[in-house]
C-alpha cells in the first residue's frame, strides 16, 4: 500500500513571515491572521437557538506557509495560479540531495542526475533546512546556482521545489531562479518539508492550491504519495 508524506508547515495565526537577510530587499511584512468571522454563538439566533455555526477570516499574502509560485509572480500579466491544470502539479519527483551546505553556499551541477531522471519531474532541492524553519538562520539558506537552474530547465523539469524560504540567493536582486523558471512557465514551491522521508524513493508530488484567478502566489498543502 501507497503511503503518503505531508511535505507542508502548517499555516498558524501570527506565525512568522519573511525575514530577510540584513541588505537585501524587502517588500513587507508577511504573516497569518486567523480570526473569527462568526462565531457559534452568534449564529444561533439565526437557528432560532437549535444550532450554531463557526466562520473563519483568514488573512493573509499568497507567499506564505508551503506555497506555490506562478509566472505572474515575476512576470507582469503573465499566468497566474488559476492558470495551472491539475496534471502540471501533480507530478512524478525527485529529490536532489543538497545536505551539508552552509549559509548562502550554492548548490553545482556535479548534484544533478542524468537528464532522464529529471525530465517531467517536480525537482525538489533537499538542503536539510526545513528543520530551522522559525528561526533566523532559516533564511540564511544554501541556493541552487544560474548553472544549475539552467540545466534542470534544459533537461526538462516541470516543477521546482526547495526546502528554504528562497530558490534564490535573497541578496540577489535579479533573482536568477525565479527569473529562469517562472519565465519557461515552471511554477516553484518553497518552503518544503520533511524531504527527507523522500530521498531514493519513487513519488509523485502533489502542490495543489486553490484556482484563484489574479494570484500570483498561493500556500498549498504539498505532499507525496510514494511507492
Not at 93 to 111: C, H, M, N, Q
Not at 143 to 158: K, L, Q, Y
Request: net charge neutral; proline share 7%; with cysteine.
Amino acid at each position: 500500500m501507497n503511503r503518503f508524506v505531508d511535505l507542508s508547515h502548517p499555516v498558524s495565526h501570527g506565525m512568522p513571515g519573511f525575514r530577510y537577510p540584513e541588505g537585501t530587499p524587502s517588500v513587507g511584512d508577511f504573516t497569518v491572521e486567523v480570526l473569527d468571522y462568526r462565531t457559534h454563538e452568534q449564529t444561533r439566533v439565526a437557528y432560532q437557538g437549535r444550532c450554531g455555526f463557526a466562520f473563519t477570516e483568514v488573512r493573509f499574502r499568497g507567499a506564505v506557509g508551503t506555497y506555490l509560485d506562478a509566472p505572474l509572480h515575476r512576470f507582469p500579466a503573465a499566468r497566474d495560479i488559476a492558470d495551472y491544470r491539475l496534471d502540471q502539479l501533480v507530478l512524478p519527483g525527485i529529490v536532489i540531495d543538497a545536505r551539508g551546505l552552509r549559509p548562502f553556499e550554492v548548490v553545482t551541477t556535479s548534484r544533478l542526475p542524468a537528464a532522464d531522471a529529471i525530465r517531467g519531474r517536480a525537482v525538489l532541492f533537499d538542503f536539510g533546512w526545513a528543520s530551522r524553519y522559525g528561526a533566523r538562520e532559516y533564511f540564511l539558506h544554501p541556493f541552487p546556482d544560474r548553472e544549475v537552474i539552467e540545466a534542470i530547465v534544459d533537461r526538462g523539469a516541470s516543477l521546482v521545489g526547495v526546502d528554504t524560504s528562497n530558490v534564490d540567493d535573497a541578496r540577489d536582486a535579479d533573482r536568477p531562479a525565479h527569473t529562469l523558471l517562472l519565465g519557461r512557465g515552471i511554477p516553484i514551491v518553497e518552503n518544503l518539508a520533511s524531504l527527507d522521508q523522500l530521498r531514493g524513493k519513487r513519488f509523485r508530488f502533489f502542490a495543489v492550491p486553490q484556482a484563484v484567478q489574479g494570484a500570483a502566489s498561493l500556500p498549498v498543502r504539498a505532499f507525496a504519495e510514494v511507492e
